[in-house]
């Protein structure tokens, strides 16, 4: 921290003693969640989206991400985290009630693969959005490798109240616009997240060993837990790792996102979709009449840029990303660094959620300078360090230049976070804040607690392999939504929104006034 700079209990302070603190628990907290649909046969299956929960280009809240078969549980925003958890959990029961002899994967890595040619590239029908949605697809499988495509995570989303941007304003003594304080503060947010966000993987990491079959005509830089599994022995989330979709290759040719400010990061994304990359034209944009990537960029959209935290505003309609943030500011933040929770039917539980409000608070709170070229190494070797090493003991990081060990980083983190915690503890009358960090802190204390140290325990202990682990899981899961009853009343409305999507997908298949190349061209020019 620069000298002089108030530190998180000096500005918690002053919001105590000139502000409202009640508004630091206030705000919206909203999910997505990806889970693999798995056939019987234990591999990833090749039916269609099931056309009885709907159309997966329109539908609000059941899509497909990369695959057909990676099914996305999308929440609204709530003002409670119960809320999220039991809309979540009520999503959960309607798509199980309409899957026939298929899982819903339990872990973030995938179950038994056949190469990249038999994973299913998800369809959104014939209309011009959802064949640009294919195309994206496609040509992240040919720049990427579609395997690493099918590993999934959870998204935690969480827009601060507004009624805070005003009381916050006046006590940090900004005279600026509230929409230009709000948007600093926000990226102010999203880069200490980067700086401290090695924390998620370690607390929360649940991917320290894969299946043999992920890797295909080559050996991985792993050991070998048993015949059927590759894993790290200190790995909190090979998800997070080396192995995972990180825009390895762009990283290479110069594409990083600047975080200094909302321009800068709009504008350091928009100049990576349009510099032309030659590695991907390479590849081909449309090859005998059939396309291969909706262009030869860097980044065929700003949505191809892997980070682990994004700032947020909904686009309306075909508006880009970059477009819906200068028009109209950041409405949330999206972290994106959660593995699938295996231990929880849900994938992510309410001490979870507790804690990355409490983690997001303080990195709000927390002094945020710009992010230096130097920093910026230390932060991806910092969240690669340990996603990879995690529960060494004598793993260290990188802060300032100088190495420092992770479990005295760690705990200066959680220690920092303890005021902050007493006093959204206060506000909300009950001991949950304080709770969920005293189990982090644990964590810190025995990694045999965190779920990437308590799987391979179970692993070695049961004499299973990754496959074994997980589908043994995913069929407790079963079982756990099995014997509970869907809510009459979601169903319903479920059944409305999944037949309204389907006519919503219809109308615009029917709309086709203008061919694709032409659609695609109006879409880059920006005048969709």
Not at 16 to 38: A, H, M
Not at 279 to 302: F, H, M, P, S, T
């Amino acid at each position: 921290m620069p000298s002089g700079t108030p530190s998180v209990q000096d500005t918690l302070a002053r919001i105590c003693d000139r502000g409202d603190p009640g508004l630091l628990v206030s705000g919206l907290f909203g999910l997505e969640k990806e889970s693999l649909r798995v056939a019987d046969s234990g591999g990833i299956a090749f039916t269609p989206h099931p056309w009885s929960l709907g159309s997966a280009l329109t539908h609000p809240n059941i899509t497909t991400d990369y695959s057909e078969a990676l099914l996305e549980f999308v929440t609204p925003p709530f003002k409670e985290f119960s809320e999220a958890l039991d809309c979540l959990q009520s999503l959960h029961l309607y798509v199980q009630e309409h899957l026939q002899d298929e899982l819903l994967w339990a872990t973030s890595m995938p179950c038994v693969l056949a190469g990249e040619d038999n994973i299913p590239v998800g369809r959104y029908g014939s209309s011009n959005h959802g064949l640009m949605k294919y195309i994206y697809r496609l040509g992240l499988g040919y720049r990427y490798g579609r395997v690493m495509q099918v590993i999934a995570g959870v998204h935690f989303n969480y827009s601060i109240a507004d009624d805070f941007w005003p009381m916050y304003q006046v006590v940090q003594g900004d005279k600026g616009s509230l929409r230009d304080f709000r948007d600093s503060r926000y990226m102010g947010l999203v880069r200490n997240l980067q700086r401290y966000g090695w924390i998620i993987p370690y607390l929360f990491g649940a991917s320290p060993a894969v299946c043999r079959s992920f890797f295909t005509g080559k050996e991985p830089d792993l050991l070998v837990f048993d015949d059927t599994t590759y894993y790290e022995p200190y790995a909190t989330s090979l998800r997070m790792g080396d192995i995972g979709y990180q825009n390895r290759k762009e990283e290479g040719m110069g594409v990083k996102a600047c975080y200094d400010s909302l321009t800068d990061y709009v504008e350091s994304l928009a100049c990576a979709t349009k510099t032309p990359c030659p590695v991907w034209e390479e590849i081909g944009v449309k090859v005998d009449g059939e396309y291969r990537q909706l262009n030869a960029n860097r980044l065929q959209i700003e949505n191809e840029y892997y980070s682990s935290i994004r700032p947020k505003q909904p686009p309306v309609d075909m508006e880009t990303p970059s477009r819906a943030l200068m028009e109209k500011g950041i409405q949330y933040v999206e972290l994106r660094s959660l593995d699938v929770n295996a231990y929880h039917p849900l994938g992510v539980d309410d001490h979870q959620l507790r804690f990355l409000h409490l983690f997001m608070l303080y990195c709000l709170l927390a002094a945020s300078p710009e992010i230096s070229g130097t920093e910026r190494r230390e932060i991806d070797r910092n969240l690669i360090w340990v996603a990879q090493q995690g529960r060494d003991p004598l793993l260290k990081l990188q802060r300032d230049g100088k190495a420092v060990l992770f479990r005295e980083w760690a705990t200066e983190l959680l220690d920092a976070m303890q005021p902050l915690a007493d006093v959204l503890a206060r506000e909300k009358k009950d001991t949950h804040y304080r709770d969920t960090l005293v189990i982090q802190q644990k964590k810190l204390l025995d990694a045999d607690f965190t779920p990437s140290g308590r799987m391979l325990l179970e692993m070695r202990e049961n004499g299973e392999g990754f496959y074994q682990f997980a589908r043994r899981l995913s069929l407790e899961q079963w079982r756990y939504f099995s014997s509970r009853e869907l809510d009459g009343g979601f169903r319903d409305h479920m059944n409305e929104v999944g037949a309204l999507s389907l006519k919503q997908q219809e109308a615009l298949e029917a709309d086709q006034s203008e061919s694709f190349d032409t659609f695609l061209q109006r879409y880059f020019d920006g005048q969709i």
